[in-house]
């Protein structure tokens, strides 16, 4: 165990998913004490149980007041919190067949997207930041997508709510930045959680991987890696950023992958 993060506390909702897990790996390996929040109270109870030193909560974003009850608990019984991870999200199956285009989506999923995805991230950050005031500064990481940035043809609530937690990210560092409270929002692509390697057909992949510059697809350790840069002290001249964490992808002309293909074709690799 490193020593980066002693007497650091941390926060981590999500964490039972593929990229909360690994961040909260990540900030314990660091020195932190890791506190796992998730809905699913057996899974985030099971990622702790292989975590040393970590504690599992059971928390609904969409509720207010267990929010507000996941935080004081945290403050009481730990007597700080430097840094949290917003990182839940709304995505499962039954969701994503209902968060389709604009005409074919169930109202009820873009309300669901907004109150998990954006609502649950500014009452995290509510309830959160006066505690990070208390104890000298904080900072806050928020686990945004490329569909916040880019159009797609489906994901509609999805896309909308995270180009929102974009924006929460800049407001939360304008309002807090003279406090030490420091606001960052990782702008996430395509990453093999092991939910996503069960899901994804291998045709899917090749797709996706077509559309990156970097050999290989994302893991959720890489997204880990700037979790913990975001959490130290080493990035305390970032703040209000929105870091591009997606192998290359939003970084070139949409033409890219289409191109890279006719030039193979044409037996060249070059334009
Ligand atoms: N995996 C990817 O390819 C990818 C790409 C871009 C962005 N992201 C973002 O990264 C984050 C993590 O992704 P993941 O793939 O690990 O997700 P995941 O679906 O595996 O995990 C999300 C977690 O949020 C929890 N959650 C859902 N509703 C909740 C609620 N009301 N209260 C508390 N917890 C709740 C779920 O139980 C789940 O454990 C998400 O915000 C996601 O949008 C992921």
Not at 56 to 68: F, I, K, M, P, W
Not at 161 to 177: D, E, F, H, P, V
Not at 184 to 200: H, R
Request: aromatic share 4%.
């Amino acid at each position: 165990m490193s020593e980066k993060m002693d007497n650091r506390v941390a926060i981590i909702t999500g964490a039972a998913g593929g990229i909360g897990a690994a961040s909260a790996r990540r900030l314990a390996a660091d020195g932190a004490t890791v506190i796992l929040a998730d809905i699913d109270a057996k899974a985030v109870e099971a990622i702790a149980g292989t975590i040393s030193g970590s504690h599992a909560y059971r928390v609904d974003l969409t509720d207010e007041e267990s929010v507000q009850s996941l935080t004081s608990t945290v403050a009481e019984r730990f007597g700080r919190i430097d840094i949290l991870h917003n990182n839940a999200a709304i995505q499962n199956d039954a969701q994503r067949q209902k968060d389709l285009d604009v005409v074919n989506l169930d109202v009820a999923a873009w309300d669901m997207a907004m109150s998990v995805n954006v609502r649950g991230a500014m009452l995290m950050s509510k309830y959160v930041i006066p505690h990070m005031i208390a104890g000298g500064g904080g900072s806050i990481i928020h686990s945004a997508s490329g569909f916040g940035v880019q159009g797609e043809a489906t994901l509609t609530a999805y896309g909308a709510s995270k180009a929102a937690l974009i924006q929460l990210n800049r407001m939360i560092a304008t309002q807090y930045g003279k406090q030490n409270v420091r606001s960052n929002c990782m702008v996430i692509g395509f990453v093999l959680t092991p939910l996503a390697i069960e899901s994804t057909p291998d045709v899917v992949k090749d797709i996706l991987l077509s559309h990156h510059l970097t050999p290989e697809l994302g893991q959720p350790e890489h997204i880990a890696n700037l979790v913990a840069f975001l959490a130290s002290d080493e990035s305390s001249f970032i703040t209000g950023a929105a870091i591009p964490i997606d192998g290359g992808v939003t970084a070139h002309q949409p033409s890219y992958a289409d191109f890279q293909k006719l030039f193979a074709a044409m037996g060249s690799g070059k334009l």
